[in-house]
Protein backbone atom coordinates (compact mmCIF):
# COMPACT_ATOMS: atom_id res chain seq x y z
CA UNK A 1 0.00 0.00 0.00
CA UNK A 2 1.55 3.46 -0.84
CA UNK A 3 1.89 6.18 1.67
CA UNK A 4 -1.02 8.28 0.20
CA UNK A 5 -3.76 5.72 -0.05
CA UNK A 6 -2.18 4.39 3.81
CA UNK A 7 -2.66 8.26 4.77
CA UNK A 8 -6.46 8.02 3.66
CA UNK A 9 -7.09 5.02 5.05
CA UNK A 10 -5.97 6.46 8.52
CA UNK A 11 -7.57 9.69 8.02
CA UNK A 12 -10.88 7.89 6.88
CA UNK A 13 -10.71 5.71 10.22
CA UNK A 14 -9.92 8.18 12.54
CA UNK A 15 -12.81 9.76 11.08
CA UNK A 16 -14.78 7.03 11.64
CA UNK A 17 -14.16 6.34 15.31
CA UNK A 18 -14.58 9.89 16.57
CA UNK A 19 -18.04 10.14 14.51
CA UNK A 20 -18.90 6.79 16.10
CA UNK A 21 -21.19 8.05 19.41
CA UNK A 22 -20.52 4.44 21.10
CA UNK A 23 -16.64 5.60 21.19
CA UNK A 24 -17.24 8.16 23.40
CA UNK A 25 -16.75 7.36 27.12
CA UNK A 26 -16.08 10.29 29.06
CA UNK A 27 -17.02 13.87 28.93
CA UNK A 28 -14.00 15.20 28.16
CA UNK A 29 -14.10 13.30 25.00
CA UNK A 30 -17.01 15.68 24.10
CA UNK A 31 -16.29 18.75 22.25
CA UNK A 32 -19.35 20.96 21.07
CA UNK A 33 -18.73 23.26 18.11
CA UNK A 34 -19.56 26.95 18.39
CA UNK A 35 -22.81 26.56 16.39
CA UNK A 36 -25.20 23.98 15.17
CA UNK A 37 -25.03 22.10 17.94
CA UNK A 38 -26.33 18.70 17.21
CA UNK A 39 -28.67 17.17 20.12
CA UNK A 40 -27.40 13.53 19.00
CA UNK A 41 -23.86 14.06 18.72
CA UNK A 42 -22.99 16.94 21.22
CA UNK A 43 -26.05 17.24 24.16
CA UNK A 44 -27.34 13.67 24.50
CA UNK A 45 -23.43 12.11 25.00
CA UNK A 46 -23.03 15.14 26.90
CA UNK A 47 -26.42 14.48 29.29
CA UNK A 48 -25.98 10.80 29.64
CA UNK A 49 -22.45 11.07 30.84
CA UNK A 50 -22.82 13.62 32.87
CA UNK A 51 -26.28 13.63 34.62
CA UNK A 52 -28.18 10.44 33.19
CA UNK A 53 -27.77 7.77 35.90
CA UNK A 54 -30.34 5.56 36.83
CA UNK A 55 -30.17 7.16 40.28
CA UNK A 56 -30.22 10.39 39.53
CA UNK A 57 -31.74 11.63 35.68
CA UNK A 58 -31.97 8.30 33.73
CA UNK A 59 -34.97 6.50 33.20
CA UNK A 60 -35.55 5.29 36.76
CA UNK A 61 -35.05 8.56 38.02
CA UNK A 62 -36.74 9.55 41.56
CA UNK A 63 -37.22 13.22 41.53
CA UNK A 64 -38.97 13.32 38.05
CA UNK A 65 -36.61 14.82 35.77
CA UNK A 66 -34.91 12.44 32.77
CA UNK A 67 -32.67 13.83 31.24
CA UNK A 68 -31.64 10.87 28.45
CA UNK A 69 -34.68 11.35 26.43
CA UNK A 70 -35.31 14.35 24.77
CA UNK A 71 -38.66 14.55 24.90
CA UNK A 72 -38.57 14.00 28.51
CA UNK A 73 -36.29 17.32 28.46
CA UNK A 74 -38.33 19.60 26.29
CA UNK A 75 -41.53 18.70 27.86
CA UNK A 76 -40.80 19.25 31.74
CA UNK A 77 -42.21 22.36 31.57
CA UNK A 78 -38.92 25.31 32.45
CA UNK A 79 -36.47 22.84 32.18
CA UNK A 80 -35.34 23.85 28.58
CA UNK A 81 -36.80 26.27 27.11
CA UNK A 82 -35.94 27.00 23.32
CA UNK A 83 -33.92 30.13 22.77
CA UNK A 84 -34.07 31.21 26.58
CA UNK A 85 -30.90 29.98 28.33
CA UNK A 86 -31.17 32.37 31.00
CA UNK A 87 -34.68 30.99 32.12
CA UNK A 88 -33.82 27.47 31.12
CA UNK A 89 -33.36 25.35 34.73
CA UNK A 90 -30.87 23.15 32.68
CA UNK A 91 -28.76 26.21 31.84
CA UNK A 92 -28.51 27.57 35.34
CA UNK A 93 -27.05 24.26 37.24
CA UNK A 94 -25.13 23.59 34.55
CA UNK A 95 -23.77 27.25 34.62
CA UNK A 96 -24.08 27.26 38.34
CA UNK A 97 -26.18 29.95 38.50
CA UNK A 98 -28.89 27.60 40.42
CA UNK A 99 -27.96 25.44 43.39
CA UNK A 100 -28.19 21.64 42.71
CA UNK A 101 -27.51 18.86 45.49
CA UNK A 102 -24.89 16.84 43.73
CA UNK A 103 -22.09 17.73 41.99
CA UNK A 104 -20.94 13.94 41.03
CA UNK A 105 -20.00 14.68 37.87
CA UNK A 106 -18.90 18.49 37.90
CA UNK A 107 -15.15 18.02 37.35
CA UNK A 108 -16.10 16.59 34.15
CA UNK A 109 -18.16 19.55 32.59
CA UNK A 110 -15.37 21.99 30.58
CA UNK A 111 -16.56 25.57 29.73
CA UNK A 112 -16.47 23.90 26.20
CA UNK A 113 -19.75 21.96 27.77
CA UNK A 114 -21.41 25.30 28.93
CA UNK A 115 -21.32 27.05 25.95
CA UNK A 116 -22.26 24.19 24.11
CA UNK A 117 -25.28 23.59 26.32
CA UNK A 118 -25.90 27.53 26.25
CA UNK A 119 -25.92 27.76 22.70
CA UNK A 120 -28.03 24.47 21.93
CA UNK A 121 -31.09 26.13 23.89
CA UNK A 122 -30.17 29.57 22.44
CA UNK A 123 -30.78 27.78 18.93
CA UNK A 124 -33.87 26.24 19.64
CA UNK A 125 -33.06 23.22 21.37
CA UNK A 126 -33.56 21.13 18.66
CA UNK A 127 -33.26 17.12 18.60
CA UNK A 128 -31.58 17.60 14.92
CA UNK A 129 -29.86 19.70 12.75
Known amino acids: M ?3 VFGIFIIVI ?5 ACPDSISS ?3 IIFPETNINYTSQVEPFLNLTC ?5 HGNTSTNGII ?3 YFQIISKPG ?3 PGDPDGSLLNQIIEERK ?3 TYYERSNITENHIRGM ?4 LEGAKLSK
Open 52 to 56: AFSSC
Open 27 to 29: PKD
Open 118 to 121: RQWV
Open 2 to 4: NKF
Open 79 to 81: LVI
Open 14 to 18: GFTLT
Open 67 to 69: LND
Open 99 to 101: PHF
